[in-house]
């Protein structure tokens, strides 16, 4: 079969295999026939060979996580699932043991192993995952292309749900990616009070623009570009929610942002805090001032609850969470290396790929 | 001024006074010129003379207790308001002292005196209420005949809210008066996965059908009907909701609403009670099995949270949540026997008087 | 091997087996060799052939639910665990599927199957249960005499982690069986301000008071007997706690108590429902007054949180909350006629089996 | 009457004025003849003119925010409180109309006012205080010497209430100052499953060593001075807590305690940071490793909840929480430079300053 691969442990080295052994189901596994897969920032920095992710995987291994399909063949022991359902799969694989396992809270296992990165991903026309890890979906609700994703749209709403409450608060969403683009949907849809999207990147901040003025006034939507506002931004945001936001959802990890994000908020409120700096170190200005002064909680997101975020993910999308403008580009597999720079260059938001194509 | 009053501590003693003086306000106090007020379920247990409301109250008294209007005379001491401007007023007038006041929880307050029951209340063309119970209005936001309830639709989100979360869970409201039809539009608006509505009486039925039909497929909706169909009305739903509805709001107080209310949770869900029970006793059936054993919530609702509630009713009003269909009819003060007739005979939802026509 | 079945479906029927085969534990189980059991109050039900769990039940079936014992054989794949593990085990066998178990709500599995009931249990000299639900021991932290009832305190300690706090409130107790008397033990322990007991049996409340003259004046402690004190009681206890109580802890499930923990309550407080009425129905009086107006929390508790709550338990014990005082009878296995009988007449609060003597 | 003021914007410049003229409570006030009084951390900012305080101050002004007394004279309208009441009294005195305030949360008043800062503290021999800011003491539970410094065990109080839960927890108390070791002390007491000390100042890791040994084993304590223990202590701490803890109390301020707090932290667990580091900015090391990856929550405190941290600190006290030890020196007022002196060398934990000797 056709699949992507890490060749060697250095950037460049991404190639599409053109006759890879199609891999069979272990134990409790099935195989999926991948129908849509999509390129998450991960792979993106898996592709550049960055530090941050480097030493987490072992050249040759197939990238890529997020995907939908059909079952193609069941592992031994495997019960409730059938040849051809349709489904995406939680690409986090848990240990269950673990201190954190135990207490239920999988999505921080001590052990997680993620497909694309420590074991075979689904850039490839067959994956094999543990059937205890598939989430079973409803082609009336969730069409391929968007079921493409759906682990990045676990993490959107594993970043909204983390937050105390959303409606009627105001919430900023600090970076328009992919993920911040559905964050900010997402928040939308929950009833916030306003919403506050800040980007640096002009083609998302245009994308942002452009989905705004779609909502037609359902929400007041506020877009800021921290690189043309200089240092009043904060305080502009700060005087249209009558002090600050309640809620930052900070899906940048730019170092500048983190810090508007504490700025922004007023006493009492919330950051959850999805996105990686690129840096390992971090300094925050005026700490005591901007966090401890304020009473502000702070919270590191990881993954998605299972399977409690792909519940409510797949409720939103049937009550009608429109995403369809995440999607961007619609690629073949064989294209992937265009569908990396369309990215790096800011000009997608999402890019699915199809390994049948 | 004109104003409603019960005269007498008996049914049918509710009268319209003439001329009744105008208040002063005290120190801390302010007066206020109504514009429109709107009939709730307590005044009519007071204009029926219930004996769930009558030991509360000592005729004469001026009822009423939801209106907006403009700021007429300061009293002293008085800091942050100004004549004329547009206003509402929390209606529960609480002592800041006592252990739940002191906790935070201003709306149990052991001392509550609630205006329209213990003091005089604003079914008149002016009202006096303590400035710190004020709620600012934007006009451009709350029309009169829509801040004239705002103290029912502020019961709607507090009951609302109570719950430990809405979006993306299968909610029931039980009981399609006018707080549940407020209560259904708010859960609507935070997300929920679906949106389950009983009812017997046929006028607030067919409101609900229509208000559903409305909608646009936005959030999927069933309206049940208990008294046609029957005990398999509790299956029905169960299966429709893939084993149960995780939160109830219970609004009507019926107690076969209620004991329904817990039999189509699903375990680990929760029910939130406004609706007061005319009869004082309540028979539970199959305590164990349908409330211990599924590991149930059952939360005692009341009042609205100071200020926390206001803040979020305000906020959905801004973002467009919907109560215009509310409102089914419009009456000068005069014709307030009228209006309860109306609700009596279950023909309207909000009844709104005018106090200046 | 020696093991106590109910042989048929009716009271009278526990009959120890001297012959039974030992069971072998299939693929994911282990077997363990029992060294101490203890009688739980479900036991008693069963013993009688009670209504409340009857249905459940299809004889002849091993008996008992709370154990602790050593690993004597692995079944096939099962890793972690070696022969001679010093351990006790859950013995809710949840599906992992079901809504509840997805969401990380074991305890409340659509599909449990509980050891003792519906499949054997553990009133015998080897039971086999699934690796997953076994809990390590340290036999120096927990020797077998408390290792044999876990299973019960977890239900002391479900019942009080299920409250939003302890610390620094005033906390009651309702019913000093032997569940009760753990969950005053852990209340007394965590922190709480005061604590009300209530029991009516003579021998829990001396068994209560002998308690509480030991704790050396570490809690204020007041122990009532409703039987005696009359419809004052309630209001001497909210007199003695300004007011009302924050929690109560509802073990005794008699319908007067449940009654009585509503009305003591302060507003704002949470009732905890582990005790089960005998009767089907529960009828509650004033609950518009008692309930809803005082916003009162209500929730009904089932077994322990996996594995939350065990690893909370443990972590009691080592720190040294004293349980010991709870075991009031030591006996052979073959004595267990005698044992139910001293539970049956009030007269012991746990009675541990010894299925090696 | 005599009084200790900054005289002038600088260090040094705290004097004892011999002569100052007694305060006149006005409306809504009361005067407290000052029994006790305590010198906090803060003070010492303010004695030193540290900038983190300075610009918070204009001199002259009397300094100290810690006290109890007698009510002296009660100002206008004041109700509920009599000459002679025993009370301390919360310092920060908040604005009640602010969206923090309205929201319930004072604690973080967006115009706070804090005596002994703004406006005339309590290191004197009278103190005048709104009467919502009094809080009653029982003489027969506060002691003067204990109820001198309750602000700072409200500190204390809050930070261990602002974690999700205490009991059979892993805790570490970052920092064994004064409020660091009234945190300990709470630690213990509300049922921690084992308690880490971390401190580098000889003296506190004396009296933190000593207060250790006279638990008589009640729970698992460790002490460790990083100063001494280098980098290992981190990988120490993680193993003996099977992989990290569950809450750090971070009193502080250090910012290699700060990143050691985060590193001990075992996944999904939650650090309250009281601690005020001397620099304004603060850098994290691996923070996308050490906390988002972590799923940790990091929550800033400030002050103390009005009155719920109040309540739950008397009720500790009444219990027999022991902070006795806390108070190593009690000195007449006059000689307050002795006291700032033997907190600045480490030596004291608690200076009691009596104005009456």
């Known amino acids: 079969m056709q699949a992507i ?8 080295a991404a190639v599409l295999i053109e006759n890879l052994e ?56 495997v019960e409730g699932w059938n040849l051809e359902d349709y489904v995406s799969a939680e690409m986090h694989i848990v240990c269950g043991r673990c201190r954190s396992c ?3 809270n999988k999505h921080i296992c001590e ?33 391929p292309h968007i079921g493409s994703f759906l682990d990045a749209l676990g993490n959107a709403v594993h970043t909204v749900q983390s937050a105390s409450s959303i409606a009627g608060r105001h919430v900023l969403v600090s970076g328009y990616g992919a993920i911040g683009a559905m964050a900010a949907a997402v928040v939308e849809f929950e009833g916030a009070k306003s919403l506050t999207i800040t980007e640096v ?21 506020s877009i800021h570009d921290p690189a043309t506002e200089g240092p009043d931004m904060v305080e502009r945001i700060r005087q249209a929610t009558r002090g600050g936001v309640d809620v930052v959802l900070e899906m940048s990890g730019a170092p500048p942002a983190i810090l508007a994000g504490l700025e922004v908020l007023y006493p009492g409120g919330e950051m959850m805090q999805l996105g990686i700096p690129s840096a390992s170190n971090l300094e925050i200005q005026n700490f005591a001032q901007e966090f401890i002064f304020k009473g502000l909680t702070w919270r590191g997101i990881l993954g998605r609850r299972m399977f409690a975020t792909w ?26 290396h265009d569908g990396m720079a369309l990215l790096d260059r800011g000009e997608a938001h999402k890019v699915v790929l199809d390994p049948t194509a």
């Open 111 to 143: 052990k997680t192993q993620i497909a694309g990165l420590h074991r075979a991903g689904c850039f490839a026309e067959y994956v094999v995952v543990p059937a205890g890890n598939l989430v079973r979906l409803d082609p009336k609700i969730v069409p």
């Open 311 to 336: 519940d409510e993910m797949l409720s939103l999308l049937q009550r009608g969470l429109d995403v369809e403008h995440i999607v961007t580009h619609r690629l073949p597999m064989s294209s992937f």
């Open 5 to 12: 691969q890490m060749a060697r442990p250095e950037a460049g």
């Open 102 to 104: 135990q207490a239920g």
């Open 22 to 77: 199609v891999p069979t189901p272990g134990p409790g596994e099935v195989r999926v026939r991948v129908q849509n897969t999509a390129i998450c920032g991960t792979d993106r920095h898996i592709y550049h060979w960055d530090p941050s992710v480097a030493s987490m995987i072992t050249p040759p291994v197939t990238i890529g996580h997020e995907f939908c399909g059909h079952i193609d063949t069941l592992g031994d022991g």
């Open 201 to 221: 990147m002009p083609g998302h901040l245009e994308r942002a623009k452009k989905w705004a003025a779609g909502l037609n006034g359902r929400i007041p939507v």
